[in-house]
């Protein structure tokens, strides 16, 4: 079956701009995960849906980054007036709802803020 | 707290013989998962192995093993025969529940080399 897509693959935006970053969670999974992964570091968590409520939002960094997921599906990452430090991988991840499932990752959206 | 520490960001190991990556973390809860992922350079992260924290018996996957100390909060990973293929960043992560909320606490990374 398909797994996780994220979309684009890569962004190139200036400074300042707008962007949304998409995520497909596979189909039946009803938690979604965003994460950011800077050059060379680990992965930090950004938000989590369970179906379309984020209970854990602690992970946004800025009040320029907000996230949504519509119909228990695709999310949206948007984050606004771009800065240099936003460039980043953005990882996507999705699994059944529980303790016990793993969760299977997206290919990532590679952010360069110019 | 909540962290991993992966105390190696390099390693490099013979085509065929056998490395230990190391990984300790710090978490108050009684229940988690620990897992290792592998990050190739396509980006994708890969699950490698997981444990339960209940579970005293160490996990193994073919050629992939973990050695899991719960009292002194460390969770090794061994590969054994190591292949080209390998070569990857690999990262040691737990998983918790809190107030109904999942999170993934992930460690710097390892970059495995893989010499031939």
């Known amino acids: 079956g398909a797994g996780v897509s994220q979309s684009p693959s890569n962004k190139v935006t200036e400074k300042g701009k707008d962007v949304e970053l998409r995520c497909d969670p596979i189909s039946g999974h009803t938690a979604l995960y965003w994460y950011r992964q800077s050059l060379g570091q680990g992965l930090e968590f950004l938000i989590y849906f369970q179906g379309n409520s984020a209970p854990d939002k602690s992970g946004l960094p800025s009040d320029r980054f907000s996230a949504e997921r519509t119909g228990g599906s695709v999310s949206t990452l948007t984050i606004q007036r771009t800065q240099q430090e936003d460039s980043a991988v953005y990882l996507c991840?999705?699994?059944?709802?529980?303790?016990?499932?793993?969760?299977?990752f997206g290919p990532g959206t590679r952010l360069t803020v110019t | 707290a909540q962290t991993v520490t992966q105390s190696q960001p390099e390693m490099s190991v013979q085509e065929a013989e056998t490395v230990t990556l190391s990984c300790t973390y710090d978490t108050s809860e009684s229940d988690y998962y620990l897992f290792w992922y592998k990050q190739p350079p396509s980006r994708q992260m890969i699950l490698v192995i997981r444990?339960?924290?209940?579970?005293?018996q160490n996990a193994t996957e073919n050629r992939f093993s973990v050695n899991f100390q719960k009292a002194a909060k460390s969770f090794s990973l061994k590969i054994s025969d190591s292949q080209l293929g390998d070569a990857a960043m690999y990262f040691c992560a737990y998983r918790i529940l809190i107030q109904g909320a999942q999170k993934l606490v992930f460690g710097q990374g390892t970059r495995l080399t893989i010499n031939p």
């Open positions: 444990q339960e924290a209940y579970k005293q």
């Open positions: 991840a999705s699994s059944p709802w529980g303790l016990t499932y793993e969760q299977y």
